[in-house]
């Protein structure tokens, strides 16, 4: 399973690479507003760290971009997103699961602009990107599970899915809004591509209450022995 990085601060994008190996990034307005730069700003840095990497395109290292979440008419969301996608070939094009984004989204493919549906919520949601070709789909698993909802069975259903119809790797699922470890790994057991987190949740993936205990046992038995 792949971890991308759910961000555009420069400075989490590059620890995430150095030291947890992320496989890409993804943005949001609401990232690109903590970021603290200007949309276009923003993305011109993401496109320039991603170049002195060597990155070639989506396939070495897919970025999506999501594109003015005001635009519901396919003809508004085209137009921005071919602006975007000239920006850098790591670009990926995020756009709204409704029924202008997917019908955007099938022109995209068709022109070679590769696409992420985001915002879906059910595995009927996840079923027409698909269909469109999208190289991305991505459910949200935070804000449902905050509600009360079974997100464990909801991603395996939208994975069964693709798997019964020959969509699974075509159209790579990405769990989105991951909050907790614990998302992390049902999304991992379900057979998702793909997760995307926060920094602070891989870091809290790392920790354990556990491993500290042990931890705390082990400096308490090296600080009782001679060690000489």
């Avoid at 700003?41 to 999506?64: H, L, R």
């Avoid at 022109?107 to 070679?112: M, Q, R, T």
């Avoid at 899915?161 to 020959?166: D, L, P």
């Avoid at 591509?193 to 205990?213: M, N, R």
Wanted: negative net charge; hydrophobic residues 35%; aromatic residues 10%.
């Amino acid at each position: 399973m792949k971890y991308f990085l759910d961000s555009a601060k420069m400075d989490e994008i590059k620890e995430a690479y150095e030291y947890l190996g992320i496989d890409g990034v993804t943005t949001n307005p609401k990232h690109i507003m903590n970021s603290g730069k200007p949309f276009r700003t923003a993305i011109e840095d993401i496109a320039k760290w991603t170049q002195e990497q060597g990155f070639k395109d989506y396939n070495d290292f897919p970025v999506s971009v999501e594109i003015n979440p005001h635009f519901m008419e396919a003809e508004d969301m085209l137009k921005m997103a071919r602006e975007i996608s000239k920006v850098s070939p790591c670009f990926v094009i995020k756009i709204p699961s409704v029924y202008g984004g997917l019908k955007a989204a099938r022109i995209l493919e068709k022109e070679g602009i590769r696409t992420n549906l985001t915002l879906v919520f059910s595995p009927a949601q996840a079923i027409l990107p698909a269909k469109a070709g999208c190289l991305f789909v991505s459910p949200f698993i935070g804000w449902k599970e905050t509600n009360g909802e079974d997100c464990k069975k909801y991603i395996q259903d939208i994975v069964d899915i693709y798997r019964n119809y020959g969509y699974y790797g075509k159209t790579q699922i990405i769990a989105a809004a991951i909050r907790t470890p614990k998302q992390i790994g049902d999304c991992a057991v379900a057979g998702c591509d793909i997760v995307t987190a926060g920094l602070d949740v891989f870091k809290d993936a790392i920790k354990h209450p556990y491993t500290d205990q042990g931890l705390k046992t082990f400096q308490d038995c090296w600080d009782n022995t001679v060690t000489e």
